[in-house]
Nanobody
Framework: QVQLVESGGGLVQAGGSLRLSCAAS????????MGWFRQAPGQEREWVGD???????RLPNSVKDRFTISRDNAKNTAYLQLNNLVPEDTAVYYC?????WGQGTLVTVSS
C-alpha cells in the first residue's frame, strides 16, 4: 500500500509562486516515477508532468516554461514548483505513482 499526501496549495495572486509537495510512504520511493496532475472545476484531469527514477522530468509544453518538478529521495518527497501563476492554473493538484493517488491540494490563483 502506498500513501501519498500533497501539501503546499493555497491562494496566490497572479504572477506569484507556490511549491507543492507530495510525501510518499509505503514503498521504496526512489524506485518509482512520480507524476503530477491537476483538475480544474468542471474539467478533465490534466497531466502536468512527471519525474522519473533517475531525476529526468517531462512536462507538457503548456507549463514547462513555468513549472518544474524535483524529488528528494531521502525525504520520500516530490515537488512541483509553480511560477508565474495565472488564474487558469486554478485547480486541485494531485500526485500519482504506480496507480496510487494523493488526496490533492487546492491551488487558487486570483487575478
Amino acid at each position: 500500500q502506498v500513501q501519498l499526501v500533497e501539501s503546499g496549495g493555497g491562494l496566490v495572486q497572479a504572477g506569484g509562486s507556490l511549491r507543492l509537495s507530495c510525501a510518499a510512504s509505503g514503498r521504496t520511493f526512489s524506485s518509482y516515477a512520480m507524476g503530477w496532475f491537476r483538475q480544474a472545476p468542471g474539467q478533465e484531469r490534466e497531466w502536468v508532468g512527471d519525474i522519473l527514477r533517475g531525476g529526468n522530468t517531462r512536462l507538457p509544453n503548456s507549463v514547462k516554461d513555468r513549472f518544474t518538478i524535483s524529488r528528494d529521495n531521502a525525504k520520500n518527497t516530490a515537488y512541483l514548483q509553480l511560477n508565474n501563476l495565472v488564474p487558469e492554473d486554478t485547480a486541485v493538484y494531485y500526485c500519482r505513482t504506480e496507480g496510487y493517488w494523493g488526496q490533492g491540494t487546492l491551488v487558487t490563483v486570483s487575478s
